[in-house]
């Protein structure tokens, strides 16, 4: 974007506005005089004939009246008459259109004519004249160019004193690929008090920031010029941000907006997009919407690709509505964005990975109205996420729509499907799919074959799964890590933990490092056969390896300790957590439900309140579950004024209690004799449309009995026979 603005092939400034600021003139140098060599009388001559007949005889084909004098006239003679006609430019190119093509002109005679040329006001002639020389193939780069250097110099002051001519040169020496020499001439011009102008520097900042190399130079040229005198503008401002978005220094390239502004420079939309794309590359989303509401705020309208950019991030962060809300905003405030099928495409991923189809589907309705053609990325983006919700045959039908339409189906379309398929259990649909697109020349990849082996080894169908790698690995796929964990999976659901544990060291063999999710199967795996010496032995292992274990790990092991009632061990691993937790693994609610449950199973309430206020110390927010565990141990424990607390609590929270603590409640109260607020569980419970069990409706069957409230008891043994928790036999 910002190169495009500034690397015209050619800036021509306008002369009236441009200021050449002169350092302290009196320290400048004067250019020099020109002296050139005196003719001779011979010479003189010579010069005098030739200026008359061509001032004299201008309206004849110059190639006629100079015929006489072709094969007499050097380089010097040119110079002299050129004295004599310089003021009259048309002359002049004339003249030095003929020369040329009898002699080649030295280095002087081009930089006089560069001189006449820009002090008439046609710098296009001036630049051709340099360029041509600069890009002539095999110029000595070192030479000419001091050589070069000093000529325009030497033939300023008396041939054109023009200082735009130094620019012209400058910018030539940039777009030729010079930039040290641009430089060089830059500081040379300085003793003359000429500082070269912002347009021409930006040329060379532009010419810098392309290459990400000499990027990295741009920040001290930067410095360096505006302390010799370059007034830096909002182009000039705007490539630097560029550069420094490039260089991954956003937030430098921030303050380097403020301070731009602080200058008094305006910002432009250029100079926020750029940074709004840079922020949008690191991720930084919230300085992202800050700079939006910003440009807003100055009535800058952000242009298609900061709008591209910010929804591009906002959907690959998962937040797929901010991002919707700005496409909206492209379309309402600037009437000449359109957004087009790209971002169109993007949001539609977007949702499609957060299983929001409705939307997904809302926006590609949207595209056809507007007349924006989906392709087959459009159409493979919903179809997997129609597929991530489990509607197959509707993705199927789409898939049907876009060969129809004779659109390009890929692997990726295809492999969608297959997941789909796979994760559904129709593992049949998913061969038939994954033959149809081996005939049709599209070669599986290893996701296709991870779907597969994953929906093979769901179904427990190992042997099946084990040969679907064997032909992966023939046809030179290497099977990642994904594709080794679901067979792994496989092979624990259906027992085979030895297998599994042969796969593990496979995998080590080819090089594919088991990950936290593979030990943490394996570990699943023994502590549900409850050896959980070998799933200590595992995570010893991993932790050996610096395989950082998750939570979900800790609360395999957890619940392992826990069902086989080895809860000094549970308590063991808690407090190591703990120890390890600065280090980012803390135990959550799950890990400490499951031994709070199992303490309260040993009626150690004593023990189970300890862990609670440690949890509550830790931070760890109570959940529903925990709730529901401590409400029924103290239930059970006759706790009813720990209990009842306990429940305010968690309806003050938001929570609802499970039926079995309302269970539990209820009884606890009717133990205590507390039969009001037992029924006002009771009710309470029936209006949430809560069954309780049959102990308690039993006893309000009895107690309404007793009381002689008929109607009621036989609504309730309505309700029980409807609720379907009679025993036939009691009918
Ligand atoms: C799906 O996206 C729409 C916006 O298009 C939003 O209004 C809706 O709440 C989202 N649905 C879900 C379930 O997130
Ligand atoms: C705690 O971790 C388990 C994984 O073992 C996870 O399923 C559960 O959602 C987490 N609970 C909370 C409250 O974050």
């Known amino acids: 974007m910002v190169s495009s603005v500034i690397s015209l092939p050619f800036v021509i400034p306008n002369p009236s506005t441009r200021k050449y600021s002169s350092l302290g003139s009196a320290s400048a140098r004067h250019f020099p005089d020109y002296s050139p060599k005196k003719p001779t009388i ?8 030739i200026s008359t007949t061509i001032k004299q005889r201008h309206f004849e084909p110059i190639e006629r009246i100079l ?14 008459v050129l004295m004599g006609i310089k003021n009259e430019y048309t002359l002049v190119l004339t003249f030095f259109d003929w020369f040329c093509l009898h002699r080649a002109p030295s280095l002087e005679v081009r930089c006089i004519i560069i001189q006449i040329s820009v002090a008439a006001k046609d710098p296009k002639v001036a630049y051709e004249l340099i360029h041509d020389f600069w890009s002539k193939p ?20 008396d041939w054109g004193s023009n200082p735009h001519v130094f620019d012209i040169f400058f910018q030539v020496l940039v777009e030729v690929g010079i930039p040290d020499g641009a430089k060089k001439l830059f500081h040379k011009m300085l003793n003359y008090g000429v500082v070269i102008s912002v347009n021409s520097c930006n040329h060379l900042l532009s010419h810098l920031s392309q290459n990400i190399d000499t990027c990295k130079t741009t920040p001290r040229i930067f410095t360096e010029f505006l302390e010799l005198g370059v007034k830096w503008n909002t182009v000039s401002h705007n490539i630097m941000i560029h550069c420094l978005c490039r260089m991954k220094k956003v937030k430098e390239a921030h303050n380097l907006l403020i301070q731009m502004e602080m200058r008094g420079y305006f910002s432009d939309a250029i100079t926020y997009s750029t940074i709004i794309n840079g922020y949008c590359q690191i991720g930084e989303y919230n300085v992202v919407l800050k700079l939006m509401e910003e440009m807003q705020i100055k009535g800058l309208k952000p242009n298609k690709f900061t709008f591209n950019s910010v929804i591009f991030l ?51 309705d949207e595209m056809h109205r507007r007349n924006i053609l989906p392709d087959y990325i459009t159409y493979t983006a919903l179809i997997s996420g129609i597929c991530r919700i489990g509607k197959i045959s509707e993705a199927y039908d789409l898939f049907v729509k876009m060969r129809n339409r004779e659109m390009v189906v890929d692997e990726y379309t295809y492999s969608a499907l297959i997941d789909g398929y796979c994760k559904n259990g129709e593992i049949k649909e998913a061969f038939s799919l994954h033959n149809e697109m081996v005939q049709m020349g599209l070669t599986p990849n290893v996701v296709t074959y991870t779907s597969l082996v994953d929906g093979l080894c769901k179904q427990g169908e190992i042997d099946t799964a084990n040969e679907l790698l064997k032909e992966m690995c023939s046809k030179g796929l290497e099977l990642n890590i994904h594709t080794y964990n679901s067979l792994v999976n496989g092979l624990c659901k259906f ?13 080590k063999v080819a090089e594919v490092h088991p990950d936290t999710y593979t030990y943490t199967t394996l570990m699943d795996a023994y502590c549900k056969v409850g050896d959980m010496v070998k799933a200590h032995e595992l995570l010893r292992e991993m932790l050996k390896k610096g395989i950082q274990p998750t939570v979900v790990t800790f609360n395999v092991l957890m619940n392992g300790f826990c069902m086989y009632g080895m809860l000094e061990d549970g308590e063991k691993l808690l407090t190591w957590m703990l120890e390890k937790g600065k280090n980012g693994i803390m135990p959550n609610a799950t890990t400490y439900n499951l031994l709070m449950k199992q303490y ?14 440690g949890m509550l110390g830790k ?8 709730y529901d565990v401590l409400i029924r141990g103290h239930c059970k424990a006759r706790n009813m004024k720990e209990a009842w607390f306990l429940y305010k609590e968690m309806v003050e929270k938001g929570y609802d209690l499970t039926v079995n603590g309302y269970n539990a409640l209820i009884k606890g109260f009717i133990k205590r004799k507390k039969y009001l607020e037992a029924k006002s ?27 002689g409230n008929l109607d009621l008891t036989l609504e309730l043994c309505d309700g029980m026979i409807e609720k379907g928790i009679v025993d036939k036999t009691d009918v």
């Not at 509505?321 to 099928?341: G, S, Y």
């Not at 027992?495 to 995998?507: F, R, Y």
Request: charged fraction near 25%.
């Open 42 to 49: 011979k010479d003189s001559e010579l010069v005098y004939t």
């Open 138 to 157: 095999n110029v000595d780069a070192t030479l000419p160019f001091t050589l070069f250097m000093e000529k325009l110099i030497y033939t300023y002051k």
């Open 600 to 613: 309260c199973i040993r009626n150690d309430m004593h023990a189970t309140s300890e862990i609670y206020k």
């Open 681 to 707: 569980m009771f009710d309470e419970m029936r209006k949430k449309g809560l069954v309780a069990n049959r102990e308690v409706y039993n006893f309000f069957m009895d107690m309404n009995y007793h009381e």
């Open 67 to 80: 015929k006489p004098f072709e094969s007499r006239l050097r380089s010097d003679h040119f110079i002299w």
């Open 495 to 507: 027992g085979h933990i030895t297998k599994a544990i042969k796969l593990m060291e496979d995998m």
């Open 314 to 364: 906002l959907c690959k962060i998962g937040k797929v509505l901010d991002a919707e809300k700005i496409l909206r905003e492209m379309t309402w405030q600037n009437q000449n964005i359109v957004p087009d099928k790209v971002v169109y495409t993007t949001l539609i991923d977007g949702f499609s990975k957060t299983g929001n189809v409705t939307a997904a589907y809302k926006l590609f």
């Open 619 to 626: 931070g760890v927010s109570p959940n529903t579950n925990t």
